[in-house]
């Protein structure tokens, strides 16, 4: 297939700007007459501390990143933020987490190994999937940090607040930063694997308050340690270059899209379309509760777990790439990142009414 034929629903690794991917293209061999490709040189050269310093103040920009906070570019994907965020901040307590869906659960899991966790709510295991109320977190005093996950790419669900608490806020941001504003400075760590909303798979950015560095455990691997990390500006070891590269371009492009005000704007309005065929269907159901639902991963079902594999297939046939609902939970799913086009979604929407009149009479 031609890449013109294909939209890509993927949860991530996920599509990327087309014109970042140009840019990157373009300058493949030969990065700003360096007479070498990004891929090739020294993370420690002129150049690349240029590309490096200019993605960091793009983010900085796009996020409006206050001077309290560091933004780190590390590796080890969201995965190893279950281990860094315990390692670093747990120390002599224990901490809240909500579960509020599949990597949550790891996450929360993987803090038990450091210290005392309190599960402050779970709502796995229900019929539809939700996001618990203000009132409904069970708090505990003393805690070093509340722990949850702003959006719930397996289940497709979204937190559409921010949580009240009295320990600082930890959040895994990996399926939606960069898709609304966020005001940083409510939060002492946000984390996201950039492989959904920003770049290729390999870099995990973390924004952190840099009050809270210094506090890890004594037996931290160095590369784990916020402090470390800071201290050096990401650059204790070698960093993710590539994908730090390809971070600035996507930031380019969000830029000329209008920033995160501009993805905010139109991302209700792209999920909302799939939405309206699945409140209006008799053969399609949603996964999540109606106020809680994700506009970055809308998931679905027919009840019939063959009719959603062939859902998924023909879809594929047609260039509708990646409809598969994650193997935790089944069903279908539709990701609808930053860099997923208005035309994607709509043909999408053509498919969803025309499968639906072929299988519902
Ligand atoms: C994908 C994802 C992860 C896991 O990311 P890795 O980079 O593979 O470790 C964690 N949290 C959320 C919310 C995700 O979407």
Redesign the pocket.
């Known amino acids: 297939m031609k890449r013109e034929e294909v939209f890509n629903f993927s ?2 690794p996920s599509v990327l700007p087309r014109q970042a991917l140009e840019r990157a293209a373009a300058e493949m061999l030969n990065y700003n007459g360096s007479g070498m490709s990004v891929m090739e040189m020294s993370h420690r050269s002129a150049f690349f501390q240029e590309i490096f310093d200019s993605a960091k103040a793009k983010l900085k920009k796009a996020l409006a990143v206050p001077d309290s906070h560091e933004i780190l570019f590390l590796q080890g ?4 933020q279950f281990s860094m965020v315990p390692l670093n901040l747990m120390e002599g307590g224990g901490a809240d987490y909500a579960v509020t869906g599949h ?1 949550a659960n790891i996450a929360m899991k993987e803090a038990k190994k450091y210290g005392a966790v309190h599960v402050a709510a779970d709502t796995l295991g229900g019929e539809q999937a939700y996001i618990p109320r203000q009132e409904e977190l069970d708090l505990s005093d003393g805690a070093k940090y509340f722990y949850y ?1 702003a ?3 397996i289940y497709g669900t979204a937190w559409n607040y921010v949580p009240r608490t009295a320990a600082p806020l930890v959040c ?1 941001m ?2 939606e930063i960069l898709s609304r504003p966020v005001d940083v400075a409510k939060f002492g760590v946000i984390f996201a ?1 950039a ?2 909303n920003m770049a290729p ?1 390999g870099l ?1 950015v973390v924004i952190i308050d840099k009050a809270l560095a210094g506090r890890e455990a004594p037996y931290t691997p160095l590369v784990m340690s916020y402090k470390t990390m800071i201290e050096k500006d990401s650059m204790y070891n070698t960093p993710p270059c590539w994908c730090i590269y390809m971070l600035g371009l996507t930031l380019d492009w969000l830029e000329s899209q209008g920033g995160v005000a501009g993805m905010e704007a139109i991302k209700h309005e792209k999920a909302a379309i799939l939405y309206d065929i699945i409140d209006n269907s008799r053969l399609y159901k949603p996964s999540a509760r109606r106020e809680d639902r994700s506009d970055m991963n809308v998931t679905f079902r027919t009840g019939d777990a063959d009719l959603d594999a062939a859902f998924a297939k023909e879809a594929q046939a047609r260039g509708l790439m990646n409809l598969k609902g994650h193997r935790a939970v089944g069903g279908i799913r539709a990701s609808l990142y930053n860099a997923q086009p208005m035309e994607g979604v709509q043909a999408l929407a053509a498919y969803m009414k025309e499968f639906e009149a072929k299988h519902h009479v």
């Open positions: 949860a991530g994907g969201a995965s190893a990597f996950c959006n719930n790419t895994d990996s399926s694997g492989q959904k798979a995990t």
